[in-house]
């Protein structure tokens, strides 16, 4: 996925650097309905950039992945008229084989839906809350951040939060981590991250030892990551995947609502 392709009077060119699309990506970004998921901004980091161009005039931007999943599509408002028949192009010349769509990214959304063969949701976006009463924990907990001679016992009891320990060892030096503990007992952790540089959104996430779950301590450690967001003035967003039935009972539980997915779309 390599060079530039000509489809009709629409070309497309592959860029080395973010930096030539910024100000579209700043229009996408502030165009959604709702707040970017940091488990697509991840990906994007490492995505392939493409610039399209109508005639000479650039008017957007597609990101693919290396397994040719689209993770974003934007035109101009100038022509959204255009913004169908583009897409289209681009998914039979670049043999797109699906995209990752958030269900608020409205246009993007629209485009897929007119071409796919099978859309599934596999994750829960959960952006508006309202405080629910939790009952306090029974147990005294001491919360502090986590520290480098934490990262061996996260590691041990990590499961699907972080892939290398390399992102544990990231995490725990910006002071982004919770530890949570009674005794000298890890009860769990909680973590939040920005989303994006220069915007207030951040998402939360934890994960409690098992010995500790069934017991409340998950509700707990949310809601002292979404008051501690709010003291900092950062928007506390979070999501799920969409099997994980727990992490939703307990999101729920704190106060968020499950209103949006994020939708797989398969062309092929």
């Not at 040719?68 to 039979?92: A, C, G, K, N, P």
């Not at 999101?251 to 092929?268: D, H, N, Q, S």
């Amino acid at each position: 996925m390599e060079g530039s392709e000509t489809m009709n009077d629409v070309n497309v060119e592959q860029l080395d650097s973010m930096n030539a699309i910024e100000h579209f990506r700043k229009n996408y970004l502030d165009d959604l309905f709702e707040a970017q998921e940091l488990f697509l901004e991840l990906q994007i980091h490492k995505a392939n950039i493409f610039l399209i161009t109508l005639g000479s005039t650039p008017i957007g931007y597609f990101l693919v992945d290396k397994a040719s999943t689209l993770l974003e599509y934007y035109v101009i408002h100038t022509y959204i008229d255009q913004v169908d028949r583009i897409f289209e192009e681009i998914i039979h010349a670049f043999s797109i084989k699906k995209a990752l769509c958030k269900s608020f990214d409205h246009t993007f959304l629209s485009c897929c839906v007119g071409v796919q063969k099978q859309t599934k949701a596999i994750g829960i976006l959960c952006r508006e809350y309202e405080e629910q009463p939790l009952p306090h924990p029974t147990r005294d907990i001491v919360i502090r951040f986590a520290a480098q001679e934490d990262e061996q016992h996260i590691a041990a009891i990590n499961e699907e939060i972080f892939d290398h320990e390399d992102e544990i060892r990231e995490v725990i030096k910006k002071h982004n981590m919770f530890i949570f503990e009674h005794g000298s007992n890890i009860i769990g952790f909680g973590i939040f991250q920005q989303v994006i540089p220069g915007r207030p959104d951040y998402d939360i996430g934890m994960l409690v030892d098992r010995s500790y779950r069934r017991q409340g301590y998950g509700a707990y450690i949310i809601r002292y990551l979404v008051d501690y967001c709010k003291r900092h003035n950062y928007r506390p967003i979070c999501g799920c995947a969409i099997e994980n039935e727990a992490s939703r009972r307990c999101l729920e539980r704190v106060g968020y609502i499950a209103r949006y997915r994020l939708l797989e779309c398969t062309f092929t």
